[in-house]
Structures are given as C-alpha cells and as structure tokens.
C-alpha cells in the first residue's frame, strides 16, 4: 500500500450550526501508526457522526495513491449514513429543545450569587429600602482556578470592592503576577461550601452588630423603619470588632 502524505481536512455541515470541523494528519505512517491517531482522535469529536465520518476518511486514505485528495474531499462531501444522520439530527434537535436539568445546570455553575453586601454607602439592610441596586450589589462566590493547575481550583467571595479575605475585610484582586502565597492564603478558599458558609456568618455578624447599633440609637431595626430615621444610623465595616469577622 502506498502510504499518503497529505492533510484531509473533513468539513462537518449535517448540522447546524455548520461549525463542527475534523482534521486527520496523515504523513506516511504505516497503518498501525494511523490506527493508533484515530482512536486518539475520535473522542475529541462532538457527535457520533463525526466519528463515523473520522472512520470513513481513514478507509479512503488507506486506499493510497489510487485516489486523489480532491477525490477524497469529493467524496467526503457527498458523504452520508442517511438514516443515521436523520437519527443523530432528530437526536440534536430533541436535545436542543429539552429542558436543562437542575443537575446539570449545577455541573456547569464556576459562580454563585449568594446575597448583598452588608453595608451599602454605611447603610445595613439597604435592600429594603433600595430594592433596585440588589442585583448591581450582590455578592458572588466564584470558581478563581488555581496557579498549581496540580491542585483543586480554589474559590472566592467578591462584591463591589473586590473578594473578602479570612480576616473578614475587602481586598483589592491584584494582577496574578503580583499575587504571593500569602494573597491565595488570606482570600481563597479551598471549596464554594467553605465559601459560601463563611459568607453567610460574616454577613450575620456584620447585621447583628448593625441592629446593636440601631437599638443603641433608639431604633428598632427588625421593623422597617421610616426611611428618615433609617437614615440616622451610619455604620462601616471597620467599626466591626475584627473578631467577630475573623475567617
């Protein structure tokens, strides 16, 4: 047999959109060597199809020099497992328009939105009295990756002013060249569970100390208050003991 020594580009348009492409490199190997390539190959492809397709070129490459690469691209072309393409498009459409599992929604989720910021402008329970700035003021727990592509990505808890780190205070996301040890150490965590549950207790520390400071003030803040005497109360993160904060 003689050995090919071209490039077939195979061009997948059976569904739309057309974008699916395969690509089998043959440079004179013997046919182990091609066998060997397609069956790394064809768990890179999309679809069932494009793998009988993969298969189909491989059969017309090894027939050597008795075709022509433009006869095997002609071919390819007018390619088709009829009854199992319309399967496979019946199969794309069905799955296309059916409705996406909690589960697998949940699989694919790097960000979690998991409620406000605390303070807003100094101003706790904001969200009840300025209920259209929620979505521009909600926090998020979110897959960062992870330097060590070794170990398990790691996840933070960013709002408006950057992630909050262990010791319960905003931090500024430096560029990742400017990020040390002790950066992923202070605003990192190691799952989105351990993240979201520490967001949960600093946002109920910060609000337990907001509603001291309401009573001291003379203020009931469990009720809604009216709006000019909510005003009357000014808090900042800082003004939270550190330890009540504390990772």
């Not at 298969?55 to 009854?83: C, S, W, Y």
């Not at 989720?109 to 209920?131: C, I, K, S």
């Not at 309401?214 to 009357?232: M, N, Q, R, S, W």
Request: net charge neutral.
């Amino acid at each position: 047999m003689n050995e090919p020594d071209f490039k077939l580009s195979v061009r997948l348009d059976y569904f739309e959109p057309p974008d699916y492409h395969g690509c089998l490199y043959s440079e004179g190997y013997d046919e182990d060597t091609i066998k060997s390539s397609i069956a790394t190959l064809i768990p890179y492809f999309a679809s069932e199809f494009e793998n009988c397709v993969v298969i189909e070129a491989l059969r017309l490459v090894r027939m050597g020099n008795d075709i022509t690469q433009d006869q095997i691209i002609k071919e390819l072309n007018v390619f088709e497992f009829k009854e199992q393409v319309e399967k496979l498009r019946a199969k794309m459409k069905k799955k296309t328009l059916s409705k996406i599992s909690d589960e697998e929604l949940l699989s694919m989720a790097t960000a979690f939105r998991v409620g406000p910021e605390p303070l807003l402008n100094g101003r706790p329970f904001w969200w009840e009295y300025f209920e259209d700035d929620l979505n521009r003021h909600s926090m998020t727990v979110q897959n960062m990756g992870n330097p060590d592509k070794k170990e398990p990505d790691r996840w933070a808890i960013m709002g408006t002013f950057g992630a909050i780190n262990k010791l319960g205070e905003w931090e500024y996301q430096r560029m990742p060249s400017s990020r040390d040890d002790k950066f992923y150490k202070r605003c990192r965590y190691t799952s989105v569970h351990e993240a979201i549950l520490y967001y949960r207790r600093w946002r109920k520390a910060i609000e337990d100390f907001a509603v001291k400071r309401f009573a001291l003030a003379g203020f009931d803040v469990t009720k809604k208050l009216p709006i000019e005497d909510y005003k009357k109360v000014i808090i900042n993160y800082d003004e939270v003991p550190k330890k009540l904060l504390k990772f």
